[in-house]
């Protein structure tokens, strides 16, 4: 390996070798879990895409298996999805005894993106094209990255399916995975962009138990925070036209480096799981790790929730990772002085997880003798001995966080911009002084989810040295840690 060894996460997956980005083809077979991926197998940038495919039993323990769907002379591979054609609505799984996983997903070659159809007999570790190819075409250069949900009330199967330069999302019906209709578009909608991509659909549960539709659509370039993001809109689905609740634009991340989020079908009692590439078209061909590129986040159960302002919002949480938990340090109640400072050594290459709650004391905001700006902020920080810092914080007068990797050296690039912050938008606690954090450092990989889980950073991190010191600062004013737990993660003790 030339470079990249200690990014390369324990958790997180990644490709052997060369590059990936987008999830594909997430299904639960009834035994496994299915995650394929755009992959060049051959060279860490985006070329001769194909489908690379793993396999799990727990969505954090991934098997490497063989090439699951090629590059042909019909074009790329580009994104898709896998269903369960469970009662061979298809016919094309007569006579099959394994799980009858149907593949749909675009062939791109130049001036022409269409969308194919491959069934699997051998648990998916191989495909068939179907002899019809395509089973959609509109004749268009750039119509992409399929997704298919069965839709219950209309017994039908239904695609999203991202009309690139228009700006918006196809829906299309069908009986048989085969002949397809037009049902509706969706968009333009939320931010003004150049390229809507990877559509997907689900439905999600709210704290009352009720269903919404939620419709994802990753957009590239045009972020506020530059390139790539996922958007979310949630509201209602008849069968044919999707209808958002409100105008309010959504974003999964708020950082950069969570695209093209898919979710797996087929999950046991409805349940909705994401996964997102952790990456971004501004750099990921150009990342400091030469022999592979390209990390997925952890995969994500997701629930949606109102918010202190009454909106509706999603709430994303780590799934299943409480298995691979070693705990290194457990507390309650430490009290952190105004400027006091606290050191905790971290151990090097490994995965460390900390969840923690704080609550800032009184604001001296209220003082009528206070003079000057009221600073009072709270600060963890990933550092090292050689100066490098990675750190997230709460400013308790404005109750915003941040996320700052801009202090690592291993990664220079114009638009691997450094910081990133987010209002948590109202206490969701009694006591609006308190805000916790969860957080992930994996190698390259870092995840931040904070204010229950209501808001989420995925970001890419480069430090020239390993990190191995947690530091705890306080500004301004003093910090009671109700609670702090710190874990390291391991998979293969488990
Ligand atoms: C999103 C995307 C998709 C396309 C794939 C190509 O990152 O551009 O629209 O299908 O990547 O690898």
Redesign the pocket.
């Known amino acids: 390996e030339k470079t990249g060894k200690q990014y390369r996460p324990s958790v997180h997956f990644t490709p052997p070798t060369g590059f990936m980005?987008?999830p594909n083809g997430l299904v639960f077979d009834g035994t496994q879990y299915h995650l394929y991926y755009?992959h060049n197998p051959d060279a860490a940038y985006?070329a001769n895409?194909c489908w690379g495919h793993a396999i799990s039993t727990d969505l954090l323990s991934w098997k490497d298996q063989p090439i699951a769907v090629p590059d042909t002379i019909d074009g790329?591979a580009?994104?898709g999805c896998a269903v369960l054609d469970t009662h061979n609505s298809s016919g094309l799984f007569a006579g099959s005894h394994g799980n009858n996983i149907a593949a749909l997903y675009?062939r791109?070659r130049p001036g022409r993106q269409t969308q194919f159809l491959a069934t699997s007999r051998n648990n998916g570790q191989s495909f068939e094209e179907y002899a019809g190819n395509p089973v959609l075409d509109i004749e268009s250069p750039n119509f992409?990255?399929p997704q298919v949900v069965y839709h219950e009330p209309t017994r039908k199967w239904v695609m999203v399916i991202?009309q690139?330069d228009q700006h918006n999302i196809g829906f299309y019906a069908s009986n048989d995975l085969i002949h397809w209709t037009h049902l509706s578009n969706f968009g333009p909608a939320g931010l003004p962009t150049v390229?809507y991509?990877?559509p997907n659909l689900i439905q999600i549960r709210d704290e009352s138990g009720a269903l919404h539709w939620v419709l994802f659509v990753?957009i590239?370039p045009g972020s506020p925070m530059g390139g790539?993001v996922t958007q979310y809109f949630i509201g209602t689905f008849d069968g044919a036209v999707f209808r958002p609740y409100d105008a309010i634009l959504r974003l999964t991340d708020f950082a950069k480096d969570a695209?093209?989020l898919q979710v797996w079908s087929n999950m046991p009692g409805g349940e909705a799981v994401n996964i997102a590439?952790m990456g971004n078209?501004q750099y990921c061909q150009e990342l400091p790790t030469q022999d592979w590129r390209g990390a997925m986040s952890l995969p994500r159960s997701m629930t949606l929730r109102h918010d202190p302002n009454g909106y509706l919002r999603l709430v994303q949480v780590p799934r299943g990772i409480e298995s691979l938990r070693h705990p290194m340090l457990t507390e309650q109640g430490a009290y952190l002085p105004a400027d006091g400072r606290r050191e905790i050594a971290l151990p090097r290459g490994k995965a460390i997880e900390i969840v923690i709650r704080l609550t800032a004391d009184e604001s001296r905001q209220t003082d009528p003798n206070a003079s000057g700006p009221v600073i009072e902020r709270f600060e963890l920080a990933f550092a090292n001995a050689e100066g490098e810092r990675l750190s997230i914080g709460y400013d308790a007068p404005s109750t915003q966080i941040w996320l700052d990797r801009g202090k690592l050296r291993g990664f220079d690039h114009p638009f691997f911009t450094g910081r990133f912050a987010a209002p948590i938008n109202g206490a969701v606690y009694s006591n609006p002084r308190s805000v916790d954090l969860h957080l992930v450092l994996d190698g390259c990989a870092f995840e931040i989810y904070a204010n229950e889980h209501l808001e989420t950073a995925t970001a890419l991190v480069y430090p020239e040295r390993p990190l191995d010191v947690l530091r705890l600062e306080t500004t301004g004013v003093g910090f009671t840690i109700d609670s702090l737990a710190i874990y390291t993660l391991d998979k293969t003790m488990c």
């Open positions: 980005n987008d755009q985006s895409i790329q580009f994104t675009t791109a992409r990255d991202a690139v390229n991509e990877c990753s590239n790539s695209y093209a590439w078209w």
